[in-house]
């Protein structure tokens, strides 16, 4: 039995992010990144075709970003929005987003109900959102159960809530990755 648990990028991760702006202005730059993640995440064959980020949303920096790893990393925890608040989380030493200032959540597709339930108790103040969950429905990925007015639900939360920012390309990652035929759980 062990009694540690870690989640590691992806090595080309870490060279990628190296290359980007220091300020991601806008939301499409900053869903550019996303799905971009996304995209390079199926290429590397390093995981599934989501990618999400972190970013202070005053300054536009980023703080975290994410890609899928829950076949490589043998955990179904470690979507690309799960990944990307964790290492939020520990990069400002906090478990509450909310506590160190105004973070926003982008990732290529709007969340799982997995993710969907962590998004409240992570802090962040805004999601954003590139393909929907009928994009990746559409290719055989499980989005689990959610409410028909999840949005509602953010929004009573304090989340602001963005939906279909570069929906086509985010849905053509996914489409690309389902004609691969690449494992969807």
């Known amino acids: 039995m062990t009694s540690s648990f870690t989640l590691s990028l992806p090595d080309w991760v870490t060279s990628f992010l190296a290359g980007q702006p220091a300020?991601?202005?806008?939301?499409?730059?900053?869903?550019?990144?996303?799905?971009?993640l996304s995209s390079l995440n199926i290429e590397h064959q390093t995981g599934g075709p989501f990618g999400a980020a972190i970013f202070d949303i005053a300054a536009g920096t980023l703080i975290a970003a994410g890609v899928n790893i829950v076949v490589p990393g043998k955990c179904s925890l470690a979507h690309a929005e799960m990944v990307a608040i964790a290492l939020a989380q520990k990069i400002?030493?906090?478990?509450?987003?909310?506590?160190?200032?105004?973070?926003?959540?982008?990732?290529?597709?709007?969340?799982?109900?997995?993710?969907l339930g962590a998004?409240?108790?992570?802090g962040v103040k805004s999601l954003v959102c590139?393909?929907?969950?009928?994009?990746?429905?559409?290719?055989?990925?499980?989005e689990g159960a959610k409410p028909d007015n999840w949005i509602d639900h953010l929004h009573r939360r304090g989340i602001e809530t963005t939906c279909?920012?570069?929906?086509?390309q985010a849905a053509e990652v996914l489409n690309r990755y389902g004609a691969k035929g690449?494992?969807?759980y």
């Open 182 to 184: 690449g494992i969807r």
């Open 119 to 122: 998004i409240p108790w992570s």
């Open 164 to 168: 279909d920012i570069l929906r086509q």
């Open 130 to 142: 590139g393909a929907r969950g009928e994009d990746a429905e559409a290719i055989g990925f499980d």
């Open 23 to 36: 300020v991601f202005a806008d939301l499409n730059s900053r869903m550019k990144l996303a799905v971009t």
């Open 92 to 115: 400002l030493d906090t478990h509450d987003l909310g506590s160190q200032g105004t973070y926003q959540l982008v990732t290529s597709c709007e969340p799982c109900a997995m993710c």
